[in-house]
């Protein structure tokens, strides 16, 4: 079965065609979010439950815990 080679460039292509520079605004501020965000969880004190329940979860699954 022979794929047509026109069909397979657009697979990877968005269906809409917004120029790379527009969206270079809004990766920033989704990163920049996504920073603020982490700083808050990891100032309430998030990080260090987060981390307990993951060592618990590893132990768990080595039969340990």
Same mark, same amino acid.
């Not at 920033?28 to 998030?46: K, N, S």
């Given at each position: 079965?022979?794929? +047509? /080679?026109?069909?397979?460039?657009?697979?990877?292509? /968005?269906?809409?065609?917004?120029? +790379?520079? /527009?969206? %270079?605004?809004?990766?920033? =501020? =989704?990163?920049?979010?996504?920073? %603020? %965000?982490?700083?808050?969880?990891?100032?309430?004190?998030?990080? /260090?439950? =987060?981390?307990?329940?993951?060592?618990?979860?590893?132990?768990?699954?080595?039969?340990?815990?």
């Amino acid at each position: 079965m022979k794929i +047509n /080679s026109k069909r397979r460039k657009r697979r990877g292509a /968005s269906a809409h065609t917004v120029p +790379n520079g /527009s969206r %270079l605004p809004a990766r920033v =501020l =989704l990163i920049f979010c996504a920073a %603020l %965000l982490i700083a808050a969880g990891i100032a309430r004190g998030d990080a /260090s439950a =987060l981390w307990r329940k993951a060592v618990f979860v590893c132990l768990e699954c080595v039969g340990i815990g």
